[in-house]
Nanobody, 123 residues
Framework: VQLQASGGGLVQAGGSLRLSCATS????????MGWFRQAAGKEREFVAT????????SYADSVKGRSTISRDRVKNTVILQVNDLKPEDTAVYYC?????????????????WGQGTQVTVSS
């Protein structure tokens, strides 16, 4: 199973980014999916997660209200839209998949991980 995250880049504060996670090798359309991020010198932290059907989501308080996670089960992709970006959003963003249909906010529950995409927000 491979997860490929893309869509990162350099953006000014207040801007938006749309991160995409494509899966290959085996369908993960029945698995919970999540986005995490890791800033330099810090631990990896939860950002957003979605269940297998896309009907239930959860967000970290730091991005709640300005982020949306969604998925296309046919295309095997998961999208994270982040608006009103702040310098503190600067990090490497990773997509990941759980081993089952429900979602978790705990990184330890995730089995498959992508390589990450860098997001840098300038003030």
């Amino acid at each position: 199973v491979q997860l490929q995250a893309s869509g990162g880049g350099l953006v000014q504060a207040g801007g938006s980014l749309r991160l995409s996670c494509a899966t290959s090798g085996r369908t993960l359309s029945n698995n919970g999916m999540g986005w995490f991020r890791q800033a330099a010198g810090k631990e990896r932290e939860f950002v957003a997660t979605i269940n297998w059907s896309g009907t239930t989501t959860s967000y970290a308080d730091s991005v709640k209200g300005r982020s949306t996670i969604s998925r296309d089960r046919v295309k095997n992709t998961v999208i994270l839209q982040v608006n009103d970006l702040k310098p503190e959003d600067t990090a490497v963003y990773y997509c990941a998949s759980t081993g089952g249909s429900i979602f978790y906010t705990d990184t330890r529950r995730y089995v498959y991980w992508g390589q990450g995409t860098q997001v840098t927000v300038s003030s």
